[in-house]
């Protein structure tokens, strides 16, 4: 493999052609022009190589595609103008009527629903399994099984799978698999080095790092990566701009850095928390207690900065009152950024729908940024120091 330093400073970028420039120009042009007939000739007979309209490539997302290639050790790279169609549109290609899927029971929340109410309406079915347990995989294969799905840590339960094994049944059986490596990239996970075929990320969480874009990528074999080019890619058009690559450049640039930086504050917060009286248990692969420590610690080279405590006997008011009180950690959806953010349970449920029994319902989200940790942890400290007033009896 490719030494990293060189894949994120140098691979792809050809300065010559820009003035010796450092940083590379946003080639903000929707259209390419020929000198010659023959010249256009070979490129739009060969458009996958070629620059010939920015809805298929484009020079600064050649540089990047490049990049995002060789960090996953794959032959070629897809950009999608989000995680999800890097999802949807490869599926689209490798599947048709008639096709069986084999999917982990909780991926993410658009993913799931891409298997449960899109791809039924082109006769395509999906049989959810937990992936933690690999032999749910070998019992749900079937004659029409084409494809294995994958999310390995997912972003919401952190559930992970044997990616390798699951790979090596998927060969014996001409199955192909796809992973979803969004919470890990490849700094933490490589999954083609496993066996799996296809690997997606939405680039919106880390790759892109910085909250200020909406991306996705994959990677795999460049006949595959070709074949939804020429076809399913090129026909619903989910190219992203050469701004948006070029502000995923420059994310890439600091990625190994954002993302060390990520793991070992959150170390340090979740030592925090396992000790803290009002939290019940802290839900990350890196945990000690976490039901597949010794799986997450073989396969994957750290963790990343996303993971879920739950809260002890605390009644609706006080989550929600906790997170309220929070002055420096953001409440929102995603995670990737530069800032911390937490999600609880309770932003999707009503009061009514509450009940203390229920431990999901005291779940809250949480992702950590590259703030310092101690001023992370004083934050969630005096939130909790007000929880610990909120319900004391008035006089
Ligand atoms: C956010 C996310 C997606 C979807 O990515 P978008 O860029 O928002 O389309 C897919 N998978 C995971 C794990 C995610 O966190």
Known sequence: MMDLSFILNELGEDRDNYYNAVSPPIMQTSNFTFNTIAEMRNAMAGEFDNNLYSRGQNPTLTILRKKLAALDGAEDALLFSSGIAAISVPLLTLLTSGDHIIAIENPYSWTAKLFSDFLPKFGITTTFINGCDFNNFEKA?????????????????????????????????????????????????????????????????????????????????????????????????????????????????????????????????????????????????????????????????????????????????????????????????????????????IASITNQQYNLQNKQHQLIRMYIGLEDPDYLIKDMQQAFEQWSNYGAPEN
């Open 141 to 345: 294969v079937q004659s029409q099984t084409r494809l294995i799905y994958l999310e390995s840590p997912n972003s919401y339960s952190y559930e992970i799978q044997d990616i390798k094994r699951v790979a090596d049944l998927a060969h014996r059986k001409g199955i192909i698999t796809m992973i979803d490596n969004s919470y890990s990239t490849p700094i933490f996970q490589l999954p083609i080095a496993m066996g799996i075929d296809l690997v997606a990320q939405s680039a919106t969480k880390y790759i892109g790092g910085h909250s200020d874009v909406v991306a996705g990528v994959l990677t795999g074999s460049k006949a595959i990566i070709k074949k939804i080019f020429e076809n399913e890619f090129m026909n619903l058009g989910p190219a992203i701009s050469p701004n948006s690559a070029w502000l995923l450049l420059r994310g890439l640039r600091t990625l190994p850095l954002r993302l060390q930086r990520s793991f070992e504050s959150t170390k340090k917060i979740i030592e925090w928390l396992n000790h803290h009286p009002a939290v019940e248990e802290v839900i990350w692969p890196f945990n000690v207690g976490f039901p597949q420590f010794e799986l997450a610690q073989k396969q994957m080279l750290g963790c990343g900065g996303l993971f879920s405590f739950i809260l002890k006997d605390s009644s609706f008011a006080k989550i929600e009152l906790f997170c309220d009180r929070l002055a420096h950690i953001s409440i929102a959806v995603s995670w990737g950024g530069y800032e911390s953010l937490i999600l609880p349970v």
